[in-house]
């Protein structure tokens, strides 16, 4: 080693050797690290050694120098030496070694003539990769294996953060029996079933092909937030919820928050209390100041009422940028941007076209919640406190259950429950109001499901006024209020054009979208009355009459 010792002794004492410490550092792997090919921007202090990619700072540096030292071998007969050399390292300012490291090389996994190719070990399309102490699990859809780390050298090197402290046994090669995070959430997607403090039938309630859909769609999702490759065609926010909760109404304690945190064990994962998350304002640009370059996965918890997921739509869908209070922002490359989870107690998101794009709710079950109210939590059912009490071969059972959704994900993709029940809570909430009551929403539902169809309306269409009258025969209090007939007439536009299936007003489609577009009028000049035609795709037209003729004559 040229550079060391990186100091010299004369007689007014030790002088460290500016120059000769930063090649030490070189030599011993220390560098910095930067996501762009802009030099001026922010770079991370890195340390580079035994296939392993560190994170540091001038205190860690300060101490790795020390450390060297101290434990230096050919210095054992140089003690007094030594000494001298440890007491100007200890009177050493970490703002000092914070300026040696801009002389550092900088490394990069993008490619510039003025930076070091550092190529990182990520996932691909058909691969995902676990570190462990013992080595790397590789899962595929045809195979899950344990692999030395040296193994995957050429493939890049590992952040040090992502190695799980456990060592891995494959399924098939322990003796377990119980999993405890798979009937976790058994229990949790179960609807209608009482939970007792002991003598739980974990298959009570597991019957119907509802809780099966649940299942798969919980352990598909599981396994795409794990799997970390982001399709930058086709990425998603995946989003656990109650099905009991309603607008207005927050539901808590169904399992949602634990099964999110086992995220945490597989991923480096950033949290951030939905809370604190800010929707606008100057504020907005620090949400994700706490995600670091090795961040795979950030958990937004507990996420309020008026959370604004577009905003997370863009981090998913373009460029993910973080800026720390008092930095320069920068930037995750597209093939490495962590993958966004949500949980939430409330009715969130919305049913237009980005949000069937990019969401992807869970609904989880009541089991949970109605425990809360006998007072009986997961670990009087398991005997433990899920994670803390985990012995080796229950960590192996936890990590053996994610491998497995990792599999189904790369063979199924992402199995989506039957989201009718969710999307009529959004659909009240978007056209009511978070406090609405639903009945507007549900009534219009229930009308064009079954009278519009039965009345013919759907080939003759009907007048606004009359609709209204029908509504208002049923809910009179709804409709002298809030749903007066201009509020009924614009909530009904507002629900139909939500609906992908529903139209409005077709035969005005080559007038434009807008309700002002469709907006059909019957009646001679002066006397004229609004009208409204709602189809569906899979209405039978087959038998329409001269009748529709007539009216889209006097349309204007």
Known sequence: MTNYPFWTINKTGVKIGKTKLCKFLIEQGFGNYTKSTD?????????????????????????????????????????DEREKVLDELIGLHPKSIENYLTSLVTY??????????????????????????????????????????????????????????????LDGEDDVSTNYLKDFITYA?????????????????????????????????FGYMLHSYIDPANSKVVMFIDSNASSGKAQGGNGKSLAM??????????????????????????NF???????????????????????????????????????????????????????????VGGTDSSYRRRMVPVEFGDFWSRGVSFDITPSDIFGLTFFKDFSERDWNTFY??????????????????????????????????????GVL??????????????????????????????????????????????????????????????????HLASKGKSKTDRRWRVGGRGNQEEWVKITHIDDDCSDDDDSMYYFSRLAS
């Open 400 to 437: 053996t259950y994610g491998f497995h959704c990792i599999q189904r994900y790369l063979k199924e993709g992402l199995i989506l429950q039957d989201s009718t029940d969710l999307n009529l809570k959004l659909r009240i909430k978007d056209i009511e109001g978070k406090d609405g009551d």
């Open 441 to 506: 929403v549900k009534w219009i539902k229930d009308w064009i499901d079954t009278e519009r169809v039965q009345g013919y309306y759907h080939k003759n269409g009907i007048s606004v006024n009359d609709l209204w009258k029908l509504f208002a025969k049923d809910f009179p209090s709804h409709a002298s209020n809030e749903w007066t007939k201009d509020n009924f007439g614009n909530a009904l536009y507002r629900y139909v054009t939500d609906v992908p299936e529903l139209d409005y007003n077709p």
């Open 261 to 286: 945190k086992a995220i945490s064990y597989f991923k480096k994962t950033i949290e951030i209390e939905g809370k604190n998350f800010q929707n606008s304002g100057q504020a907005v640009r620090f």
């Open 189 to 221: 997607m179960k609807k209608g079933v009482e939970p007792k403090r002991r003598g739980n039938d974990i298959s009570k309630g597991t019957e119907s092909e509802e809780f099966k859909r649940s299942i798969d769609a919980f352990e598909t999702a």
């Open 39 to 79: 030099r001026t921007a922010n770079t991370f202090t890195i340390r580079t050694v035994d296939g392993y990619v560190q994170f540091h700072s001038p205190k860690t540096i300060k101490k790795f120098i020390i450390d060297y030292v101290n434990d230096d071998p050919t210095m054992d007969d140089q003690e």
């Open 108 to 169: 990069s996994s993008k490619d510039h003539e003025e930076l070091v190719s550092l190529d990182i070990l990520l996932d691909d399309k058909e691969t995902c990769y676990i570190p462990f102490k013992n080595g790397v699990v590789r899962v595929t859809k045809n195979s899950i294996d344990l692999l030395p780390k040296d193994a995957l050298e050429e493939e890049g090197k590992i952040w040090e953060t992502s190695v799980r402290d456990h060592s891995i046994v």
């Open 289 to 347: 100041s706490k995600v670091t370059p090795d961040t795979k996965f950030v958990c937004i918890s507990d996420a309020e009422d008026d959370f604004n997921l577009k905003k997370i739509f863009n981090l998913v869908t373009d460029t993910f940028q973080v800026e720390g209070k008092g930095t320069n922002s920068w930037d995750f490359d597209d093939d490495d941007k962590p993958k966004i989870g949500i949980t939430t107690n409330h009715i």
